[in-house]
């Protein structure tokens, strides 16, 4: 990975800085702008379900917590957006670290369904206490301002989301690069022969879900400041499922998949917004595929394809 980092931040930099030339209007910067949020958190998911090899079907539920406690934080108390984001951020690591252990002593389908149920309890949660969070309803949430600088528009946040995306690609090159991220990636091949050559599994376990948990609050508040209205959607079971699927798409352990899987499937809603309900069907027929055709996902296959390792 080392050795073809910078030229792939690089390139992924110039293509970002010259993509504004291609957006001809608002719309097309909305859904780019969301393209890059989903980017980042697909990128986090992927350290967890691609490098640690972990399923995660309520990652979901730390955006929705993320996102909600921004809004509560600053419509109802007061709360300046980052000491708000900041303690959605603790709030959805402390509860990772809090169910991680007994989550992750399970095994296959056992570990699916828990973090299922995690994610609906908290989507549960958001969507009963109407009082706080408007329930069904949905709530309003203020715009972000950083440091006396108010983030409005669309080419605003194209910008600061753009910037945000290469550092937390650079971040998590970085990260699995570490002796922590040799030990995460080892847990992928076998918790037996990680724990024989002195890796403490169940630790490490917990670290990757605590960190793409805090993670997944963040890009959640900044969701949620963007939109500018919270529905307990962002919370649900669809939502997770759309995550996990472009980890897969876009290639495990992959974070230039991440960012492919990311912009596919977040475009495709748009490209099917003539066939209501039927995103799920996609969504379901895209993953069965890739499975089939390409169990490593698309950036590992076409790198594989044309005989490079990453």
Known sequence: MRRSRYPGLLALSL??????????????????????????????????????????LGHAGFVGMGAYSTAVLTTHANWHPLPAMAAGAALAGFL?????????????????????????????????????????????????????FELSGEKRWYGFMAVLLVFSLWSCQNLMDSPFGRAVRALHGSEVASQVVGVNVGRYKVAVFVLTAMLASVMGSLTAHYV??????????????????????????????????????????QLLATLEGWETVAFGAILVFTMIFMPRGLVPTLAARFGRTR
Request: hydrophobic fraction near 55%; charge should be neutral.
């Open 228 to 269: 500018g209205f919270l529905t307990p959607g962002v919370a649900g079971f669809f939502h997770s499922i759309e995550l996990v699927t472009m980890v897969v798409v876009g290639g495990m352990a992959s974070l230039y998949g991440s960012i492919v899987g990311a912009a596919l499937l977040t475009m495709l809603p």
């Open 96 to 148: 990772a670290l809090m169910v991680a252990r007994p989550i992750f002593r399970l095994k296959g389908q056992y570990l699916t369904m828990a973090t299922l149920g995690l994610g609906i309890i908290i989507a549960i949660v958001i969507g009963n206490e109407s009082a706080w969070t408007g329930g069904p309803d949905g709530m309003p949430v203020s715009s972000l301002s950083l440091v006396g």
């Open 15 to 56: 293509f970002l800085a010259l993509l504004p030339l291609a957006l001809p209007n608002a719309y097309t910067y909305d859904v780019v702008v969301r393209i890059l949020i989903n980017a980042i958190l697909v990128m986090g998911l992927n350290l967890l379900v691609g490098f640690a090899g972990q399923i995660s």
